[in-house]
Structure formats: structure tokens, C-alpha cells
């Protein structure tokens, strides 16, 4: 059944590059070949042939799944806000950050590393699988996920929740 699934996420992914390349924005496919993404028009991330996830204010910067779990992030040009979409079909908002840094959002092993702000700077935080909520930063600056833009959402983050991020430019 897998392998199946993997097919047809490979054929739809070749059908949606085919007919909708120029309008997206950023696509991500899951192991499971699920493929979820978000268009320059629209203000909610699609799920290849299921349906739309979020509908929030703002541009969505990125929606990434780490196979179980989606999130996206959304901006109003100076503030983002984080949710994340659970396989149970719940939306979790998990925070505001000040914009202006496109990694602000890592996703891995059902763990979830964002940046949230106080108003001033934003930190680091983490959610776990079984929704618990850690503070990893707290520094008087910014500090920022240690991801590329265009990278895969779980660069960054591992299996076990450990989340690399810098601040002030220094891991």
C-alpha cells in the first residue's frame, strides 16, 4: 500500500508541477507522499486531493509536515504567526514572532520548533508530541531557527526534539 501511496504521490506531484508551478508558492511532500502546499492567491495550505488547512490573515510564508503533523506560518508583514495542524485534525496556534525571518518554523518526529516574541525579540521555543511547550531561548536579542529558507522543514530539528538555532549569529 505504501509504495502505492508513494506512486501516486509522485504522479500527482509531476500533474502538479505540470498545471500549477507558476502559482505556487512552496510545496512540501511528505515520506508518505502526501503533498501539502500553498499558492500566491490563496491564504490556506492545499492537501493534494483532500482538501485546505488554516484560513488566517496574511501572506502564508511556508507550510511544511513532517508526515503526521502540517504547519504554516502567516504574515502580515510585521508579525508571523505559527499553527500547527495535528493528525487528529486540531489547529494549535503556537505563537506570534516579530517578521522578517523566513525559518521561523521546524517540524520533525511530531515535534515542533518556532520562534515566539515577548514583543521585542523572538525566542525560541519547542512543542512536543504530547503538546507540552518549552521555552529554549531566552536571550535580550533575537534568536533565530538555524535553517535556510528553502530547506526542508526538519533541518534543524531531531527525532528526539533537539533544536539548533543561533543567536547573535552563534549557535
Known amino acids: 500500500m505504501r509504495d502505492c501511496r508513494t506512486l501516486i504521490g509522485i504522479a500527482a506531484a509531476s500533474l502538479l508541477s505540470l498545471t500549477a508551478a507558476a502559482a505556487l508558492a512552496q510545496e512540501h511532500i511528505a515520506a508518505t507522499g502526501d503533498i501539502y502546499y500553498a499558492t500566491h492567491e490563496e491564504p490556506f495550505i492545499r492537501h ?17 509536515t513532517d508526515g503526521t503533523n502540517v504547519a504554516g506560518r502567516w504574515s502580515d508583514g510585521s508579525t508571523s504567526s505559527s499553527f500547527l495542524y495535528t493528525a487528529d485534525g486540531e489547529e494549535v496556534a503556537l505563537g506570534d514572532s516579530i517578521a522578517g525571518d523566513p525559518a521561523g518554523l521546524l ?35 533575537s534568536s533565530q531557527l538555524d535553517q535556510q529558507k528553502l530547506r526542508v522543514g526538519h533541518d534543524g530539528i531531531s527525532d528526539s526534539g533537539e533544536v539548533v538555532f543561533l543567536n547573535e549569529g552563534k549557535r
Do not use: C, K
Not at 521555543?125 to 529554549?136: A, C, N
Open 107 to 141: 517540524l520533525y518526529a511530531g515535534h515542533a520548533g518556532f520562534l515566539r516574541s515577548d514583543g521585542d525579540v523572538n525566542q525560541v521555543w519547542l512543542r512536543t508530541p504530547d503538546g507540552e511547550l518549552h521555552q529554549l531561548s531566552s536571550f535580550e536579542t
Open 48 to 64: 493534494l486531493l483532500m482538501g485546505t488547512l488554516g484560513d488566517h490573515p496574511g501572506n502564508l510564508e511556508r507550510p511544511i
